[in-house]
């Protein structure tokens, strides 16, 4: 489970929107249509209209409100009152009373300063900073020709300000000067922004709520980091006003499971919060610390934190809203309202620290408290009711009452239906429901429970955890013993339920890609057609607001108008496809069993797996019948296996090859393969969706047998019985085969290797010291691979290509490679460093390292991010990676993986040879070059990188040196797609003539190694 906000704080407490009450701050609406107005400081056109009457000390003429840049909100509020305008009475309204105490809520003002206008009427000026956001905000107390006026608004407004309130043309006086305008130069000079500029950080700042309210962590956190970009690029990166958009960026990034990026930015926030305008902004910075340290797991530690946020939040919230009484009145104080929900969140946010942290019977009785405290309020909105009862859930099950735990989990469920109908709250909820009932041994409720669910996760293509998928697995698989006859309809269904769960990195990459397509250099129609979905997705979120705020059903309009929504949202992902063929491998959707079936040759099988906290799942394909097995094998197990297999492959910190652990290599195979031999038997391919850490492992070096470490040429290698094809999902292979044919490109090879490292000064740049310092320390390590040289030139020579096919050294940049027309060649190979999303914490992404331009002041051109690749057009049957490392902590390596091959699969290519670990130069060139040399002899890639890996086998201790049939050297390479498919049938080892093995260099022991 994550961490979420309620929809009222996202409203109000995180500064996101922090939009105060309807009474502060109206939308433009009403139909009316405003007046011209002049431009403001910034050249931008304005527009007047009446507004609506604030609190004021004496009786208003009339109220209105400016427009400026095509900002929805108003840049401006200027009340005319009646009364005489005095010194006093300047100085008495700016100084205090109903309207200074409404300023003061929503801003932090200086002094009032005497000052004149344009044509010289007196004048008071405040110099402001806005609560929300921290944008320099202006008040003005002025002696005008009918009494007194009071304005406020962004500070650029003030010229408006200025002509409005005494009753100006547009055009103003050309000759008179304003005092109040000079005293706001300065500031304004300084800080050189615009209304759109708030206009959009606003806009920014509520999409990131909308979206962590639906759970969309990723998005949200794309959203809230582009805010935090205008606030640093418009009041610097130290301004203490950016504070908001730092901790909801730090809280979505957290809720990722990226615990270090969180902290940096939290680091930050705590630095910066005790200054800021926006007074919540301390207890906000506690309690967003207090979320990042259970999302770290560790819920003991959490709760003292949770505890000083409570303290921090109470203290400004008003007195008469602690004791029990209704205070629905108080609410139009925003910083009161702020606080309430800031409170009775932390509440319920240490209520499930207490429960994960084994103090369950605590839980309850404080989310009882916060919902109470809210209710006084008037602030108990449903997604907030259906938050405390499944957090309240949670706290019932820890202590073993399965079935009020359900109830509760089924009531929560509720509440999101109406809150956010058919979004992953709700979604995530019925599994939770579902897991309890199944624990009452009610499996028919629970298969209801996870099936209304699953619909949810299929129709809005979002992904679960795979601890909330796990029980579903289990109530089919009790289900198909059960009911022998229905057995191969409920394996089916468990094949499509395991889709349903994607880890945190993968889920990433592919929302992020899925945002950001066309985005920067990309096809424009792509761009419009995805602008077009976020813009139906934005409309489809305010609707939900809508029938929050209106508490649930009963309006057959609203209703009508979210159905409404909802197709077009719909229509318009069908846009986006049509657009953009690739765009399917950037969704995280699921494929069922037929269709698997139906892009399977009789001579293939596909086996996926779904592991679980203390157990899993392996399923394959084959002629159409669905198998699906229980294994003991869990995710933790699995991560430890992985990592003690790799650890006797790769070289150690001696430069020695390791002696290879038969054991493990055999105990994978027996808990993921064995129990589907019938299923895989004779399969000439067998195409493996593998999960977690356990794609950073070549399957072909997995042991179907005992063997001898002594021996390995004999080993039963599970490359001796199958060529092998991996694929990041089964959705994956069935988008890449729903393609037409092979790559219809006219020439056949483009290869780069032997990038230019960019410089420790360049890397400095790129990566600051105080966020990244360890980053530029790890990027120097990633020296320059002179060995690829001699593949690379091996490989264009094998193609027949000419000697322009081949850029080496400093022509090896990312404008070069962009100018290459990469759409020309069926194969590309990268003889480069691949970095996986985590090896270095400021690269989110996966991303290729290339030679920096000559000159170049950063490192920055260096690093082709994933997202950039999302822009490549090419037609390629293949393209070989030939320096990655999957190695990352915890098998998180394996994982960003898929990322990093969706990525080239939208670009257009079919298949991807990446290596494992660091390889040994003379057997990768090897390797590389006898693949190609049998791809091009027309045999299938995955069948040619099998003849590759067995000629290394098979001539290790012969032609070969007879460390060779150490996996160390034969193993490193994988496909991850199809690459190009037979036509007919897979070539084996035996279908082409021997390797000419004498043109490469073999390497030996003392071989060099690459990353």
Same mark, same amino acid.
């Given at each position: ?19 105060p ?64 305008t005095g ?5 008495? +309204? ?10 003061d ?96 950080y606003?806009?920014l ?12 962590y990723?998005?949200?956190e ?46 930050r ?10 007074v919540i ?39 008469e ?40 019977a ?60 058919g ?18 041994g009610r ?22 955890p ?8 289990d ?41 950001r ?6 096809d ?34 609203l ?94 910190a ?18 993921l ?21 356990l ?134 190979? +990268? ?19 290339l ?69 040994d ?27 590759a ?33 037979a ?20 390497g ?6 690459? +990353?």
């Amino acid at each position: 489970m994550r961490l979420r906000f309620s929809a009222m704080v996202l409203f109000l407490l995180l500064g996101a929107c922090a939009e105060p009450p309807p009474e502060a701050y109206v939308t433009r609406g009403g139909g009316q249509a405003g007046q011209p107005a002049g431009n403001d400081s910034r050249g931008d056109a304005c527009t007047v209209q009446a507004g609506r009457q604030p609190p004021a000390d004496r009786p208003v003429i009339r109220a209105q409100e400016t427009y400026c840049g095509g900002w929805s909100q108003p840049a401006a509020r200027i009340i005319h009152l009646r009364g005489a305008t005095g010194a006093a009475d300047l100085d008495a +309204l700016a100084a205090s009373g109903l309207w200074r105490s409404w300023l003061d809520l929503r801003v932090a003002c200086g002094a009032p300063v005497a000052t004149t206008v344009a044509g010289g009427a007196a004048a008071r000026l405040l110099s402001c900073t806005r609560r929300s956001g921290g944008w320099p905000h202006v008040a003005l107390v002025i002696a005008g020709a009918e009494g007194p006026v009071v304005a406020d608004g962004v500070a650029t407004a003030t010229p408006v300000i200025e002509r409005l309130a005494l009753g100006r043309q547009v055009a103003g006086d050309a000759g008179s000067r304003s005092a109040a305008m000079q005293l706001a130069v300065t500031r304004l000079a300084a800080d050189a922004f615009r209304t759109g500029d708030v206009g959009r950080y606003e806009e920014l700042m509520r999409l990131g709520a909308d979206l962590n309210q639906t759970e969309n962590y990723t998005a949200a956190e794309e959203a809230y980091r582009a805010a935090l970009a205008v606030q640093e690029r418009v009041l610097g990166r130290d301004n203490p006003n950016i504070v908001g958009a730092l901790l909801g960026l730090a809280v979505n990034i957290s809720n990722q499971q990226r615990p270090r990026e969180a902290q940096i930015l939290l680091d930050r926030a705590g630095q910066l919060a005790p200054q800021a305008a926006d007074v919540i902004a301390p207890a906000r910075y506690l309690h967003y610390t207090g979320l990042a340290t259970m999302n770290r797991g560790d819920a003991a530690a959490a709760i003292p934190i949770l505890e000083q946020a409570e303290t921090a939040y109470r203290a400004q919230v008003p007195q008469e809203a602690l004791e029990d009484t209704n205070v629905a009145g108080i609410v139009a104080d925003p910083i009161a309202q702020s606080a309430i929900l800031g409170l009775a969140e932390a509440k319920r946010n240490r209520a499930l620290a207490l429960t994960r942290a084994g103090r369950s019977a605590e839980a309850t009785a404080l989310v009882n408290e916060a919902r109470t405290l809210l209710r006084r309020a008037g602030l108990e909105a449903t997604i907030t009711i259906g938050r405390a009862l499944r957090t309240q859930a949670g706290a019932e099950a820890r202590r073993g009452r399965t079935e009020a735990a359900a109830r509760l989990m089924e009531q929560a469920a509720n509440r999101f239906a109406v809150a956010v109908p058919g979004e992953r709250p709700e979604a995530i909820t019925l599994f939770l429901a579902g897991s309890q009932r199944l624990l009452t041994g009610r499996r028919a409720e629970a298969l209801s429970a996870f099936r209304a669910g699953a619909a949810i996760v299929r129709a809005r293509q979002v992904a679960l955890p795979v601890e909330a998928v796990i029980p579903y697995l289990d109530a089919l698989n009790a289900e198909a013993a059960a009911s022998p006859a229905q057995d191969q309809a409920l394996r089916a269904e468990m094949f499509a339920a395991a889709q349903l769960a994607q880890r945190g990195s993968t889920a990433r990459f592919v929302q992020q890609a899925s945002a950001r397509v066309g985005a920067a250099g990309g096809d424009t129609r792509v761009a419009e057609a995805v602008r077009g979905l976020q813009e139906a997705d934005r409309a489809l979120r305010t609707l939900f607001n809508e029938r929050d705020v209106a508490l649930g059903g009963g309006n057959a309009e609203l209703d009508a108008r979210i159905n409404a929504a909802q197709q077009r949202r719909n229509e318009a992902e069908s846009e986006v496809a049509a657009a953009a063929p690739g765009y399917r491998q950037l969704l995280l959707t699921a494929v069922d069993a037929p269709a698997v079936a139906r892009v399977l040759a009789p001579d293939e099988a596909l086996v996926t797996m779904l592991l679980g906290p203390r157990h899993g799942y392996v399923m394959a394909i084959r002629r159409g019948t669905v198998t699906a097995v229980r294994t003991t094998l869990s995710e933790a197990e699995a991560n430890q296996r992985v990592q003690r297999l790799r650890a006797s492959i790769e070289l150690n910190a001696q430069g020695q090859v390791p002696v290879f652990d038969v054991a493990e290599a055999r105990a994978l195979h027996a808990a993921l393969l064995a129990p589907l031999a019938a299923a895989t038997e004779g399969a000439a391919t067998l195409i493996v969706a593998p999960d977690g850490a356990l794609l950073s492992l070549p399957f072909g070096l997995l042991l179907a047998g005992p063997a001898d470490p002594a021996a390995l040429g004999r080993a039963p290698f599970l490359i001796r019985r199958h060529a092998i094809v991996h694929v990041p999902s089964p959705q994956a292979l069935a988008t890449l085969r729903a393609a037409p044919g092979g790559s219809a490109a006219p020439l056949p090879y483009i290869g780069f290797g032997d990038f230019v490292p960019p410089t420790p000064a360049q890397l400095a740049r790129s990566f600051p010291a105080d966020r990244c310092g360890e980053d530029a320390r790890l990027a120097q390590g990633l020296g320059r691979l002179p060995g690829t040289r001699t593949e690379v030139q091996a490989a264009r020579q094998l193609t027949g290509s000419a000697p322009d096919a081949v850029l080496l050294g400093g022509d090896f940049t990312a404008a070069k490679l962009r100018q290459a027309r990469l759409g020309q060649y069926r194969i590309l190979h +990268l003889a480069t460093h691949a970095l996986l999303a985590g090896e270095l914490n400021c690269l989110p992404e996966p991303t290729i390292l290339l030679s920096a331009p000559a000159g170049a002041a950063d490192a920055n051109a260096a690093f082709m991010r994933a997202s950039e690749v999302l822009n490549i057009q090419m037609d390629a049957d293949l393209v070989i990676l030939s320096a990655c490392n999957t190695g990352g902590a915890g098998g998180a390596g394996g994982e960003a993986l898929s990322g990093l091959a969706r990525a080239f699969f939208y670009a257009g290519a079919r298949g991807l040879l990446i290596t494992h670990w660091a390889v040994d130069d003379g057997a990768a060139a090897l390797t590389v070059a006898d693949a190609i040399r049998r791809q091009q002899g027309g045999a299938s890639s995955a069948a040619a990188l099998r003849g590759a890996q067995l000629l290394l086998l098979d001539e290790a201790g012969g032609r070969l040196p007879a460390n060779f049939a150490h996996p160390y050297y034969w193993a490193p390479f994988a496909l991850i797609g199809d690459g190009r498919r037979a036509p007919a049938r897979n070539a084996s080892v035996n279908d082409a003539p021997r390797s000419p093995i004498a043109t490469v260099p073999a390497g030996d022991t003392a071989g060099a190694s690459r +990353l």
